[in-house]
């Protein structure tokens, strides 16, 4: 990745005797502020799911709580709860599957901030099974038996490919599963060192865009809508000795995450130079679906990741904050629906959600009104939004500005 005024420069992490490819890290410096800021080591991974902390650092938001970001690039989760282990950082972006064979095998971390989470079909999804323009492969049936390339066994990769095969009606045991890291798979795949390559972005669209390939599953939504991927964890005992850290790194990574969400535009900047448009961005929320949680650390302990269902009081902070995604599509024509795990809303329970607006008319719009609550895009163009927001008991409104009488319903917050 070229170096570029206003991301932090990238760096290579020298890590259990490899040298770890790195495109998007290094050390990450809070923008200038008067007071004296308290520098936060952290460990992420080369993938467009960190950058929203590049993007609250150059926003200021870290600084702002007194924060600064020294960061580095390691190449899959497990080795980053590794490096933690060995007090090599204070905080690490990992994959929830990474966070719970570390709680489960005596590496006491807990999750202090949530961070993305999947699509909800291979056409908006940025982490799937690609092969070959070429490949003979064309449904996840005929992945059964080939090589498929993920970042590192027994991680996140690994439970997601495996659970969405037997879901798909697919031997789960049926495929090869290689490690190797993120930058090195589109030319495993090319070179026919692999059948197929299980990648996030941007290398999904640098796969297709440049090199032809194809998507054959995207795993992650066949197991749920917006299913739970990566998050960011801490020691026990760091914690125990910086709650106020802690605490202000929380506030500053969930004002990243809402910003990115709502800005996917100012991301696109921060992605390696070359990056083919129409890449499609993960889904970033402060908020942790527990019950989706739940199913992946069952998928977990299936398959043999871990061995035992993880304490969730335990693994993840009291002071992050339990809620669902909900999907809002308005258009193209005179509709407006609102959907929790693809079937339309009608009623909720109370609690807090996060709403992913894909607004598709130039004359309606989405609008949430209620209690607490007053949320809506433009009626005059198309755009997309996402807004977490916390619903109370009582009635809210779903409707269009254009079209008012026609497209108004009643939500009932139980």
């Not at 999947?118 to 492969?137: F, H, M, P, R, Y």
């Not at 790194?249 to 004002?255: C, G, I, K, L, P």
């Not at 339309?344 to 309606?364: E, F, N, R």
């Amino acid at each position: 990745m070229q170096r570029r005024k206003g991301i932090h420069h990238v760096g290579a992490a020298l890590f259990a005797g490899a040298v770890a490819l790195t495109l998007f890290s290094g050390t990450a410096v809070s923008s200038p502020q008067r007071q004296a800021l308290t520098t936060i080591t952290l460990d992420t991974l080369p993938i467009a799911n960190g950058l929203p902390l590049t993007l609250g650092i150059n926003k200021g938001f870290f600084a702002a709580q007194g924060l600064e970001i020294k960061s580095t690039t390691l190449q899959s989760g497990n080795d980053i709860v590794l490096a933690m282990s060995n007090n090599q950082a204070n905080i690490g972006y990992v994959g929830y599957v990474p966070a719970m064979i570390a709680r489960t095998s005596g590496i006491p971390v807990t999750i202090i901030a949530a961070s993305d989470d999947e699509g909800t079909s291979a056409t908006d999804n940025w982490q799937d099974i690609l092969v070959k323009g070429s490949s003979s492969i064309q449904t996840p049936a005929q992945l059964a038996g080939k090589t498929i390339a993920v970042n590192a066994l027994k991680g996140v990769g690994e439970v997601v490919i495996r659970a969405a095969l037997k879901k798909s009606g697919v031997d789960p045991n049926s495929v090869n599963l290689v490690a190797m890291p993120f930058p090195t798979m589109r030319t495993a795949l090319n070179n026919g060192q692999v059948d197929a390559i299980w990648a996030p972005e941007p290398f999904v669209t640098q796969g297709v865009s440049l090199d032809g390939d194809r998507v054959v599953m995207a795993p992650g939504p066949v197991l749920g809508k917006y299913f739970p991927n990566g998050c960011y964890v801490a020691r026990d005992e760091w914690v125990a000795q910086n709650p106020t850290l802690a605490k202000a790194f929380q506030t500053a990574m969930n004002q990243s995450l809402a910003y990115a969400q709502a800005h996917p535009e100012e991301i696109i900047p921060l992605l390696p130079a070359g990056t083919p448009s129409g890449i499609h961005l993960p889904v970033w929320s402060s908020l942790i679906d527990r019950q989706q949680l739940l199913q992946l650390a069952q998928y977990a302990k299936e398959y043999g990741v871990i061995t035992t269902l993880p304490n969730f009081t335990k693994l993840i902070s009291g002071a992050v904050v339990s809620g669902k995604f909900l999907q809002a599509t308005v258009g193209p024509g005179v509709f407006v629906t609102l959907r929790l795990n693809g079937s339309v809303v009608k009623t909720l329970p109370a609690g807090s959600y996060t709403i992913s607006v894909t607004d598709k008319s130039a004359k309606d719009n989405f609008h949430l009104t209620g209690k607490g609550v007053n949320k809506s895009t433009s009626v005059a163009k198309s755009q997309t939004a996402s807004w977490t927001v916390k619903l109370a008991k009582g009635s809210y409104t779903v409707t269009s500005d254009g079209h008012p009488k026609l497209l108004s319903r009643t939500i009932t917050v139980t």
